[in-house]
């Protein structure tokens, strides 16, 4: 009963260096996204997709790339990480019932903690 | 675009209080409307949800009312408790048009004091 998976938990990297944050669902979600939390901002949607081979950009894409090559796997990408990506990332799933998938909820990993310096 | 706005806080609050947690939002189309609750070092949980104008969603004691005519969803509580100290969030998930994205207030935290 995993749910929705994040690696790694905490991070620190420095200026310029790139990472992989990794989700993973098993729930068979079509619909998956990608936020960051920065204190007092709420949450910011940075990637999202509808579906495996389908990608698109949130409100605040730039500095991330995303892919979606499965189902189940749904990978953020810093290319060349910079301070104010300091942040905590949520990766999110839902179903994707076409007809009534904004009655569907979010169902969120429990975060990764990055901090850049 | 869709937006949501949510009351600032912190709130504290005494253990038994009312609680009140006032969330506006401003869509195209017909919006689904959503609490989520965030625990310290946690991710966000569902906590109620409303799909059309005048339902009521309800869970653990909350409760919110999808008021269309007000474009409002405040979540509501009669008697707190220490245990529902956390961050709440209204969001509203938007409809095919709108990407189906979730779109999320700034959160509210909430403290209650025994």
């Known amino acids: 009963n995993a749910g929705v998976t994040q690696t790694p938990k905490f991070q620190v990297l420095k200026t310029g260096q790139s990472m992989t944050l990794q989700c993973a669902q098993d729930?068979?979600?079509?619909?998956m996204s990608w936020y960051r939390q920065d204190p007092g901002m709420g949450l910011r949607l940075i990637h999202y997709?509808?579906?495996?081979?389908?990608?698109d950009q949130g409100e605040v894409p730039n500095g991330y790339n995303v892919s979606r090559s499965t189902t189940e796997d749904f990978p953020l990408r810093l290319l060349s990480a910079a301070p104010s990506q300091t942040s905590v990332y949520f990766c999110?799933?839902?179903?994707?019932?076409?007809?009534?998938?904004?009655?569907?909820?979010?169902?969120f990993g429990d975060g990764t903690r990055l901090s850049i310096l | 675009g869709d937006s949501v706005t949510q009351m600032e806080g912190p709130v504290t609050l005494s253990e038994e209080a009312f609680l009140t947690i006032n969330c506006t939002y401003t869509?195209?189309?017909?919006?689904?409307l959503f609490w989520y609750v965030q625990y310290p070092g946690e991710g966000l949980q569902l906590l109620l949800k409303?799909?059309?104008?005048?339902d009521k969603g309800s869970n653990k004691g909350f409760e919110a009312t999808y008021r269309k005519e007000t474009t409002s969803f405040h979540l509501e509580k009669g008697s707190v408790q220490v245990s529902d100290s956390a961050v709440y969030f209204c969001?509203?998930?938007?409809?095919?048009?709108?990407?189906?994205?979730?779109?999320f207030g700034a959160g509210t935290r909430l403290f209650v004091k025994a």
């Open positions: 999110a799933s839902s179903p994707q019932d076409l007809d009534r998938g904004r009655n569907q909820p979010q169902h």
């Open positions: 729930m068979n979600h079509e619909y």
């Open positions: 997709s509808v579906g495996a081979g389908i990608t």
């Open positions: 869509a195209t189309g017909y919006p689904s």
């Open positions: 409303a799909t059309k104008a005048d």
């Open positions: 969001a509203l998930r938007a409809s095919r048009t709108g990407g189906f994205k979730t779109i």
